[in-house]
């Protein structure tokens, strides 16, 4: 990874002098009014965006992707639930009536701090220079494999869409293996691994199950999906550990239920392509292992020269400020955000990230206003997981618990109201009353891409 | 690609003795049934086990994929109209009521005639070896590059939905690159030549010009979108060689009103990554190539050890038996079949191939009741090709001739009728009424595929 070069050593493209923060930065009429650049186009970035929609600064939103990604349905693109496209949303669009942003795809992958310069990479090369007057660091988080052998070259991950698409290509690939070859099955093509008990993990092993049991039994015969095995390995001796007894009582009953078998107490400590080995010393045949148990920074947080701590994240002052580097804001999963007078963190979901977004974009137009920052407070809005049909478990403020079918509609409900474009959630809408009503799940292709097909 | 070798040469995993024609099959219970194996779920492979639905035979499709692609789609895919999903069907998911098909995935690499054996290839290694009692070969066209200099290497065709997705991943990168760098611009990377001008050409070319003008407009400056160009290339000197005059010249006046440049009598020499050579001298500054004016069988028909002829495809009889080989048939594009009595092909359209695939089954269920074959005769369904919004030309039974809108609504409506799966045909319509409604495209997402992310 590239390190910032300070001062005047950066050379992009066609630039030819010494470039100055501004002049570079294709900006089509020049004007005075302060540039913010988000990195990121999540939950936090796009608050950000919003939030400063009608304030005098142009707004530059930085992303590797054209696209904004809705993370926590990702499971169901995994699970053949949904298409890539209901859970992504164009950049572009989403910023389309808002007249001062722009959009640049690409890695940042540098800083040079003195210039307030960021360095941009793209697949056909570097981009001009990217200056700025204030930074907001949204980039969220990437899958933390802990230095397990074999986990990151083998493991699935389910932390960007491409993550998603390469786990459905693989679920299926590995039916059609088994169905082509019956031999296969003692070698444990069909039995899925899945790492890490919280959320994520509990959602794609209870999708996953369903998967086999009503829509892939129809597909393939009974010799396969009766050799279909999900094992659910976590660490810890339960099961969502952010959730309180029932809730995690619940999310055991409802996998068990579902063929999830369930292990407690162990972790991974290697993984090969045919095998997982846990620290009991228990081996699993298993040509899959879907990593759910662990994130860190994304690799842009050890790009900007900045102090980093748990999670390799960027650790931030309560005003969500960097330290040091005056007008830059880390905000969402890439931030280790202090709870005002508590020895704790803010908790990375996704709406902790919105709320960081408009904070720190308040803090931005304090600071143009000469007035001072102020202390980030999060609202916490509750927690929930979904383990399958009509079962999931909600813990919402005022100490509302709700389990079962009531707590799966209302987990529809709201990732139906959160999720970004009024077309992402009528394809969702209907994708889900689809599969509802059918038992089926449209989307089960393994689909490649070619660059330039022969 | 692989030869085919006779007799007992061939090993398959974990096939130790040498196999005989159906031992090796994974038939789970044996039986005396006759064994079909149709190559290809294309329209012309599906027709075939349809028909095949209530006889006493065993079948088995082959295909490289696990879906069905809807062919005539696969521009809007590539313009960001539909989902890959939208026009893609599991073809387990088409005959799951079938109770006498099973579906393999793999690639057909060579054929024991003597044994009746087809030798199988998946991305894990070869299938065991695929006996036949009866082959119905329908694997269908790719593209002929006629061996123009870089057009393999670098043109961009449209017989595959990876090389539509590839083709929507490369458009909206030239328009991200060229809005981050607007020194591009002179360098033709929004100059989208299209080559061929029959039915797909006339397509994408009038998809490519409204996705630029209606919708990545409102995404892109002004700048941008007043730079991009399609340059759509047609050797002879009208469009639509197939159709009558006036359609021509609807087709060409309904282009030019899009902002199309159509250049007739001229054809493609040579490409390189910036430009497109022309036969006349004319270069053209461009980073895009889509080629739509040639197929050629499937590799398929050369690693079968049978006579080709036209286009590589293999040469049939007037029962679209292929000569030599008994028990074998070809259809679809994969087969030139000859129109009885004339100096003439079928042509190579979808209802050609259904109807093809449905005599094939029936001449195999005349065989096996030791009835003599019969002649393939086409039934014209007419030809239709779409503009865009509101454009089209059709040309149907008894001299029915429609141009504009009345065409298009046709040309929509047959389309929805002749997708597979009723999920698909809610979803292309509800995805067409979006677009139409509101001038926009969904999945204009540019995504890739990791098989192992890190």
Not at 118 to 137: M, Q
């Amino acid at each position: 990874m590239h390190t910032a070069t300070a001062g005047c050593g950066w050379s992009g493209p066609a630039v030819g002098a010494c470039p100055d923060r501004r002049s570079v930065d294709n900006v089509d009429e020049p004007n005075e009014r302060p540039h913010v650049v988000i990195i990121g186009a999540g939950f936090g970035g796009l608050a950000a965006a919003a939030e400063l929609r009608d304030d005098p600064v142009d707004i530059t939103i930085v992303d590797r992707a054209n696209f904004h990604t809705f993370l926590p349905l990702l499971y169901q693109v995994a699970t053949a639930g949904l298409n890539p496209a209901d859970v992504a949303h164009p950049i572009r669009g989403i910023v389309q009536r808002q007249g001062n942003v722009r959009v640049r795809r690409g890695t940042v992958v540098g800083v040079d701090w003195e210039a307030r310069q960021l360095e941009v990479e793209t697949e056909a090369g570097p981009l001009a220079p990217l200056g700025f007057d204030h930074l907001i660091v949204a980039a969220g988080s990437t899958a933390n494999f802990f230095g397990i052998p074999g986990a990151a070259e083998l493991g699935f991950p389910l932390y960007a869409l491409d993550d998603a698409t390469a786990l459905r290509n693989h679920v299926l690939a590995c039916f059609e293996a088994a169905d082509a070859d019956s031999l296969l099955l003692d070698s444990g093509i069909l039995t899925f691994v899945v790492v890490g008990g919280g959320p994520t993990g509990v959602e794609v092993a209870g999708a996953l199950a369903e998967l086999f049991s009503h829509v892939l039994r129809r597909d393939f015969g009974a010799l396969e999906v009766g050799h279909a095995r999900v094992v659910l390995v976590e660490m810890a001796e339960s099961l969502l550990l952010n959730f309180d007894g029932s809730s995690q009582g619940h999310a055991l009953d409802a996998l068990r239920e579902r063929g999830v078998e369930v292990v407690l107490g162990d972790s991974v400590e290697e993984v090969t392509a045919t095998e997982v080995a846990l620290s009991s010393g228990r081996r699993i045949a298993s040509h899959t292992m879907v990593w759910a148990a662990g994130v860190r920074a994304n690799d842009v947080a050890s790009t900007l020269d900045v102090d980093v701590g748990r999670g390799g994240r960027i650790d931030v002052g309560t005003d969500l400020s960097i330290p040091g580097r005056s007008h830059a804001y880390a905000i969402g999963d890439i931030a280790n955000v202090p709870v005002p007078g508590e020895e704790a963190w803010v908790p990375q979901l996704a709406p902790a990230a919105q709320q960081a977004g408009r904070h720190a974009a308040r803090q931005i137009r304090a600071r143009l206003a000469g007035r001072p920052t102020t202390e980030f407070r999060y609202r916490d809005k509750g927690i929930m997981a979904t383990i399958g049909r009509r079962s999931a478990v909600a813990e919402l403020p005022f100490g509302i618990r709700l389990s079962g079918t009531l707590a799966w509609f209302a987990w529809l409900g709201l990732h139906l109201l959160t999720l970004v474009g009024f077309r992402n959630r009528l394809s969702v809408f209907l994708n889900w009353a689809w599969n509802y009503a059918t038992w089926d799940r449209g989307p089960r292709l393994i689909l490649g891409t070619r660059r330039r097909p022969t």
